[in-house]
Each structure stands twice: as structure tokens, then as C-alpha cells.
């Protein structure tokens, strides 16, 4: 026996940054966020969605901790690449594809479930959706306390535009081109969708955006991010997942 896997440690609540003699025996919840690598038009960094996802996750773990969350909860690293066919036609898009990141997540909820006790992804980018709805449904069927709960707010313009942009805004004001800054396609979402299937966003959006990030500020990317962080809260201290594993 090694003794040094017999003493006493404070539970970590970062699991990157974790060891495996202060993890045995826990069953921890564990909080993953899920991303992308996509373009987020001239002014916001490729990893905005990942940003967003791990800066939601960070914030749910301490807020479960301080409000005596039962059992250990902890965050993961983040999963930075997802499904993002549809900004292929700008430069810097890195998308592995719907199915390969269905794949990765019901790979990653099988091995983890070996010692955490749940699992909750937290996601970012709504192009990861259908993955995540498979994905997560397969692991239930498979009796793995998993479920998932996207990044959003009531209200929010689709894709590096006001709402995006005041998040990152508050989060890493430093990330933010704010010279480079313009509206893209400020037509709703639904009416896009059948150019976007067909030729992805770069048929409805030269610069890549829908929505208007003009308007973005600080304090109103503070609300909405308490509003992300809120919602995720409430959602896993309820742990109510319906047919496709999104928390309620």
C-alpha cells in the first residue's frame, strides 16, 4: 500500500489541476464545458463560445460550493473544439463535426462516470445541440447520471452580436477589437436558418455576425452572464432532465 494515498487532503475543486490520490473515493459531481473554434465576426476571439462555456462552469462550481452543494463538485477542462460547419467558410473555423463530438462526449461521459458520481455539460455553442442531445440521451440509457444545460438568455441575438459581445466584454474586455466592431444580419433567426443549412452563415453574413455588437457594453454583459450562471444554478440544484438530457 502507498501511504501516501492515506492522508487527509482538501478536496480541489479543478479537476485539471487535481490528483488522483484527492480524488479517490469523492464521486464528485463534475461541470465539463463544451465550445467551439469558430469565428465570432472581426472583433471577437475564435474561442468566444469556450470562453463563455468555462467562465459559466467556473462560476456554477463556486456558487454550488458556497451554498453547500451536496457532495464535491468540481470543474473539468473544456472540450474547445464542436460542431461548427456552419462558419467553414471563414478563416480560423476549426468544426470536428456533429458526429465526432457525439462521439467524444459519450466516450468522455463513459470513462468519467468510473469515478465521478454526475456529470453536466455546460455548452456553449448552439451548433453542439443535436451531440449533445444524442449523446447525453445514449448515457442515460446506459444508467450515467448525466444531463446537459446550455449558455443562454431570454432574448439574446444569434452569433457575435450584442449579447456576445457584452459577455466577453465583461469577462476579457482586453479580447474585444472594439474598432472593428459592426452589425452584421439583423433578420431573426428562424428566417435565416434555410440559407444558413444550405450555405452556412457566410451566405446571410459577409462579416460573420447576426446580430449588433455596437450596442454591446460591460455592464450589460455583467447582467446577462448572472443571468447564464443563475439559470445553470437553479437548474442542476433541480436536476430534472427531460427526453434530451437538457436541464429544466
Not at 501511504?3 to 480524488?23: C, H, I, M, N
Amino acid at each position: 500500500m502507498n501511504s501516501a494515498y492515506d492522508r487527509t487532503v482538501v478536496f480541489p475543486t479543478e479537476l485539471g489541476k487535481s490528483t488522483s490520490k484527492q480524488l479517490l473515493g469523492t464521486s464528485p459531481t463534475v461541470v465539463i464545458p463544451v465550445g467551439s473554434t469558430e469565428q465570432h465576426g472581426p472583433h471577437l476571439p475564435l474561442d468566444t463560445d469556450t470562453r463563455i462555456a468555462a467562465a459559466v462552469a467556473d462560476a456554477v462550481v463556486a456558487t454550488l460550493e458556497a451554498a453547500g452543494h451536496p457532495g464535491p463538485v468540481m470543474v473539468a477542462p473544456a472540450i474547445a473544439y464542436g460542431a461548427s460547419g456552419e462558419h467553414q467558410g471563414f478563416a480560423g473555423t476549426v468544426s470536428i463535426g456533429a458526429a465526432a463530438l457525439e462521439h467524444l462526449l459519450v466516450e468522455y461521459g463513459r470513462s468519467a462516470c468510473e469515478w465521478a458520481t454526475r456529470l453536466v455539460f455546460v455548452n456553449g455553442h448552439g451548433g453542439n445541440v443535436d451531440a449533445l442531445t444524442s449523446a447525453v440521451s445514449l448515457l442515460r440509457t446506459e444508467n450515467r447520471d448525466v444531463a446537459w444545460c446550455p449558455c443562454t438568455v431570454a432574448g439574446a441575438d444569434a452569433h457575435a452580436g450584442h449579447t456576445e459581445t457584452s459577455i466577453l466584454l465583461h469577462l476579457s474586455p482586453e479580447s474585444v477589437c472594439i474598432d472593428d466592431r459592426c452589425a452584421g444580419n439583423l433578420t431573426p433567426l428562424a428566417e435565416l436558418l434555410p440559407a444558413m443549412r444550405r450555405a452556412g452563415v457566410a451566405a446571410v453574413s459577409e462579416v460573420g455576425v447576426l446580430g449588433d455588437p455596437t450596442t454591446a457594453t460591460a455592464a450589460a454583459g455583467a447582467r446577462l452572464f448572472t443571468e447564464m450562471v443563475d439559470a445553470a444554478v437553479m437548474q442542476i440544484k433541480r436536476w430534472a432532465p427531460g427526453g434530451d438530457g437538457m436541464l429544466r
